[in-house]
């Protein structure tokens, strides 16, 4: 076979869902790997137990309202969330005894939705708004966690225990299962959390030697902001992506945005194909946003050059996002089917 596929160390038995997050594995993409001359390296941050890298943001973000008081025996948690935080928090929720209520833009996935009601969250879709806007999803959270007693708006955007979570976890993880050689390090960003804790830990294990460039799809402000340094923010376009993308810069991405060596704006064209593609070549089924991920860490190792190590995350699977990315109709609404390359098409099978 050539590959172990038996793992030999095996976790200890953990407390709960909470002792189940984090200590993902890195999966070598090897196709990409062997492409680009660099080591791909994907956290599989879909084996979270509740499916998502945003797991470890959903329990940092309680804990630390726990700790400081505003969140106690019997309360509610409130979040404005596309989806993935909410279902961490929703599970966390349950685990602790507490009320969750999500609001999210009604652009999302139905199967997001259903989710977060079969875990029992009280869930508002609102219209997609941009942030400036009092109706944004954001704000509606806010006020209903200031109309009730006992309950904490979570604030994944701006609440730094977000960036604390992954500074905490994950990227002490990528330096341990890397043995320090991590030359660059690339992702989304929707809160940024993921990005700045990561970025924040590696550059200074590294004392500066780890590249961190920030992957950013149409419609978001990230990649101009970055580019002519906060003078002319473009957020023109949209993407079939969810749960990425932003319109500002996030309080998660303040204090580390001096830290970010690039930026890379990624196409829907090829987001889209490389969904099929790691489907196709290596057997893993995955959502937009990570594909999108892995797009950029391909152009990170174009830019290295051969030889590097590039680290990427694998945001969650594509189940919750099947019906609309193995649809022709959902894809020829956003403009891509006609760009799927032609081997791939065998995977549209839902009109």
């Known amino acids: 076979m050539g590959s172990r596929i038996l793992q030999t160390n095996f976790p200890s038995v953990v407390d709960g869902f909470i002792g189940a997050i984090g200590r993902t594995p890195l999966i070598r993409l090897d196709s990409l790997s062997k492409e680009t001359g660099c080591n791909i390296l994907a956290k599989a941050e879909f084996q979270n137990p509740g499916g998502s890298v945003k797991d470890r943001a959903a329990y940092y973000v309680v804990r630390n309202a726990e700790k400081n008081g505003t969140l106690q025996r019997g309360g509610t948690v409130v979040e404005g969330t596309a989806g993935n935080t909410g279902i961490g928090l929703a599970h966390i929720a349950r685990a602790r005894g507490y009320r969750c209520v999500i609001y999210m833009p009604n652009t999302q996935s139905q199967t997001k939705i259903d989710t977060l009601k079969y875990l029992g969250a009280e869930v508002f879709p609102v219209p997609a708004v941009a942030y400036a806007n009092p109706q944004n999803y954001n704000h509606q959270a806010r006020r209903h966690a200031e109309s009730i007693p006992n309950a904490v708006w979570t604030d994944q955007f701006d609440n730094v225990a977000n960036l604390q979570s992954h500074y905490e976890t994950t990227g002490p993880e990528i330096w341990d299962q890397t043995g320090g050689k991590v030359d660059g390090f690339t992702c989304s960003t929707g809160t940024g959390g993921t990005f700045a804790g990561v970025t924040k830990l590696l550059k200074e294990k590294s004392e500066g030697r780890v590249s961190s460039f920030i992957a950013d799809p149409p419609g978001s402000v990230l990649y101009s902001h970055f580019?002519?340094?906060?003078?002319?923010?473009?957020?023109?376009?949209?993407?079939?992506?969810?749960?990425?993308?932003?319109?500002?810069?996030?309080?998660?991405?303040?204090?580390?945005?001096?830290?970010?060596?690039?930026?890379?704006?990624?196409?829907?064209?090829?987001?889209?194909?490389?969904?099929?593609?790691?489907?196709?070549?290596?057997?893993?089924?995955?959502?937009?946003?990570?594909?999108?991920?892995?797009?950029?860490?391909?152009?990170?190792?174009?830019?290295?050059?051969?030889?590097?190590?590039?680290?990427?995350?694998?945001?969650?699977?594509?189940?919750?996002?099947?019906?609309?990315?193995?649809?022709?109709?959902?894809?020829?609404?956003?403009?891509?089917?006609?760009?799927?390359?032609?081997?791939?098409?065998?995977?549209?099978?839902?009109?």
């Not at 376009?237 to 749960?243: D, H, I, K, P, V």
């Not at 290596?282 to 860490?297: D, K, P, Q, R, Y």
């Not at 189940?319 to 390359?341: N, V």
Request: glycine letters at 10%; one cysteine or more.
């Open 227 to 351: 580019k002519t340094k906060g003078q002319k923010p473009d957020n023109s376009g949209s993407s079939f992506t969810e749960g990425i993308g932003q319109g500002r810069i996030t309080g998660n991405v303040k204090p580390i945005y001096d830290l970010i060596d690039d930026a890379l704006r990624i196409p829907d064209e090829l987001s889209i194909n490389m969904l099929y593609r790691l489907l196709d070549e290596e057997g893993i089924f995955l959502g937009g946003s990570s594909t999108l991920n892995v797009v950029a860490a391909v152009e990170m190792a174009k830019i290295l050059g051969p030889g590097k190590t590039i680290v990427t995350v694998l945001c969650d699977t594509g189940h919750k996002y099947a019906t609309r990315l193995f649809s022709r109709s959902f894809l020829e609404t956003k403009g891509l089917y006609d760009s799927i390359e032609p081997q791939y098409k065998k995977y549209i099978v839902l009109p």
